[in-house]
């Protein structure tokens, strides 16, 4: 059986009898390990690299890690405690924070789509594209 099916893993309700709050904990950690190794990798490229913004990408790409780890769990205890609530749509609490989620993922897409044109001009390319050219290089 399944940790959902025997009721120890509930991911919309907050306690220590359940799995979720362990399995959340660890899912931060092993996030945050994985954060620090694109700090290792942006330290050893950033200089070489410079001319291509990496400082914008690097701040996008951290970005969508936070966004995907942090506002489930803030939907979460938001809903559980009362701040946001589907009581005008009639919903309960599970679907409440699936209402939320969907919501907050529109305007998150929104503004990922911004951050990441931001972060990856085309401008860079057509600066790579006019070099190969320059370089006598077919591939582009």
Same mark, same amino acid.
């Given at each position: 059986?399944?940790?959902?099916?025997?009721?120890?893993?509930?991911?919309?309700?907050?306690?220590?009898?359940?799995?979720?709050?362990?399995?959340?904990?660890?899912?931060?950690?092993?996030?945050?390990?994985?954060?620090?190794?694109?700090?290792? *990798?942006?330290? &050893? !490229?950033?200089?070489?690299?410079?001319?291509?913004? =990496?400082?914008?990408? $690097?701040?996008?790409?951290? /970005? @969508?890690?936070?966004?995907?780890?942090?506002?489930?769990?803030?939907?979460?205890?938001?809903?559980?405690?009362?701040?946001?609530?589907?009581?005008?749509?009639?919903?309960? *609490?599970?679907? &409440? !924070?699936?209402?939320?989620?969907?919501?907050?993922? =529109?305007?998150?897409? $929104?503004?990922?789509?911004? /951050? @990441?044109?931001?972060?990856?001009?085309?401008?860079?390319?057509?600066?790579?594209?006019?070099?190969?050219?320059?370089?006598?290089?077919?591939?582009?």
């Amino acid at each position: 059986n399944s940790l959902f099916n025997q009721g120890l893993m509930n991911a919309r309700q907050i306690s220590f009898s359940h799995a979720f709050p362990y399995i959340h904990a660890v899912e931060v950690v092993s996030m945050l390990f994985a954060v620090h190794g694109l700090f290792i *990798v942006y330290f &050893a !490229v950033h200089d070489p690299l410079e001319h291509f913004h =990496v400082g914008r990408k $690097f701040v996008a790409v951290k /970005l @969508l890690i936070f966004l995907g780890v942090v506002h489930n769990a803030l939907l979460t205890i938001c809903v559980h405690y009362g701040v946001l609530n589907g009581v005008k749509l009639n919903l309960d *609490v599970e679907a &409440a !924070v699936v209402h939320w989620e969907n919501f907050l993922l =529109v305007v998150e897409s $929104f503004c990922v789509a911004l /951050l @990441l044109f931001y972060a990856y001009p085309v401008s860079e390319l057509e600066l790579v594209a006019a070099e190969k050219l320059e370089d006598g290089d077919p591939e582009l």
